[in-house]
């Protein structure tokens, strides 16, 4: 997502910092992929950042105070600033795993003994849950593409389980259990629940309904929707797991120290939650049509395209993005197309999909880029027609 900006002097020279060195900014017609920087801060963000760096602060107290307002905002018990989602599913993972230990502190010297077994639908295996392994645990699949019962569920609990590792999104909810239905079969045993809601955003009112709905701890990503740090997320839910995490984590130099985040850091995640919340998510919403839209006229205008408006979003999030197939006999030149979209400036990224279609999102599209795209995507594609027809 970007704040929509700017129209200013300083617009004129942004990218600089970065052309000076060599590398070219890119439109991000992608979504919120951190190899792409994850999403623009809102001047508001910045300001406080900066502000941030210019004294020193203890950590500690701030990490603390970060918390608790944070948690005001969202209508949780307790919440926790981690380097970022992935940190933030290592960092339960520790915790989970020291829960029945005296000081809730995890060392990995002493996990023998320990429950290490994290529960997860084979459905929701994603890149990031190696972060579970990091800390010493291990994933347990249930389920299978036909579906999973709460037999399952409750049959694959036992000694050795930790926690259960929900990621949430429309586009993996095909044959797992309701978030509902997961909490109801931990409960009777007591173990927690961690729910994987880094892109999650929006909708705005997932910051409170997952916890809410019983999961114990709710991860977040900073630098996705929420527009803040890159190297932060949110951990929000129970007051008796949230506060362990502050025990293992940075600046104490225990297990989670290679994670850790700066006052800066601390600052702008609290500022773009501020930001996030006052936003107009209708207007949002509405900006976001308006440049699908956009696209899908620009298609209709094309013989080689057709453009689509689907929804989800690539996270499963409610928001609408632009299916772009590649016709004949453009069809199988996808790859030869997106590396031409980022050969020259103003360098585009979409994503690609399946074998001939490419998605625009317009969540990290700074409102006009939109028209950025649309040229440029239509200048590649003219050249590789001319191309063709030689
Ligand atoms: C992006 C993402 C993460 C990682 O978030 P970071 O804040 O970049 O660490 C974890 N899980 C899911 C499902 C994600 O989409």
Redesign the pocket.
């Known amino acids: 997502m970007t704040g929509g900006r700017d129209t200013t002097a300083a617009a004129a020279h942004r990218g600089d910092v970065y052309r000076r060195i060599g590398v070219e900014p890119i439109v991000n017609a992608a979504t919120?992929m951190?190899y792409l920087g994850?999403s623009l801060m809102p001047p508001e963000v910045l300001d406080a950042m900066r502000q941030a760096a210019e004294c020193f602060v203890d950590l500690y107290e701030l990490q603390a105070a970060v918390g608790r307002r944070i948690a005001e905002l969202t209508s949780n018990e307790a919440a926790f600033v981690s380097?970022?989602?992935?940190?933030?599913?290592f960092l339960s993972a520790a915790v989970c795993m020291a829960r029945d230990t005296q000081d809730g502190i995890l060392r990995h010297a002493e996990l023998e003994g320990l429950p290490r077994d994290f529960i997860i639908h084979r459905a929701h295996r994603?890149p990031?849950d190696s972060a579970i392994e990091l800390a010493g645990g291990q994933l347990v699949e249930i389920g299978s593409e036909s579906g999973t019962t709460e037999a399952d569920l409750a049959d694959a609990i036992g000694l050795e389980t930790a926690g259960i590792l929900y990621?949430?999104?429309a586009h993996l909810a095909e044959g797992v259990l309701p978030l509902e239905a997961v909490v109801r079969v931990a409960r009777q045993s007591d173990i927690p629940v961690i729910v994987?809601?880094?892109?999650q955003l929006p909708p705005v009112e997932n910051l409170w309904a997952l916890s809410a709905a019983g999961a114990d701890l709710v991860?977040f990503?900073?630098?996705?929707g929420l527009c803040g740090p890159?190297s932060?997320?949110l951990v929000l839910g129970s007051r008796r797991y949230v506060e362990r995490f502050e025990r293992n984590a940075a600046p104490r130099q225990r297990i989670g120290r290679p994670m850790k985040v700066g006052k800066e850091d601390l600052i702008g995640i609290l500022a773009a939650v501020e930001w996030y919340l006052r936003q107009d998510h209708q207007a949002l919403a509405a900006r976001y049509e308006a440049m699908v839209e956009h696209l899908v006229g620009w298609g209709r205008g094309r013989s080689d395209v057709t453009v689509t408006r689907e929804t989800p979003g690539q996270?499963g999030q409610p928001t609408p993005r632009a299916l772009i197939r590649l016709l004949p006999p453009i069809a199988g030149r996808r790859d030869e197309i997106l590396a031409a979209l980022r050969a020259e400036p103003p360098r585009v990224e979409l994503l690609a999909e399946g074998h001939d279609a490419l998605y625009l999102a317009p969540e990290t599209l700074v409102p006009g880029e939109e028209g950025i795209v649309t040229r440029r995507l239509g200048a590649v594609l003219d050249e590789i027609a001319a191309v063709q027809e030689r």
């Open positions: 919120t951190t994850g380097g970022g989602a992935a940190a933030g599913l994603i990031y990621v949430a999104g994987d809601a880094a892109a991860l990503s900073g630098g996705k890159a932060t997320g996270a």
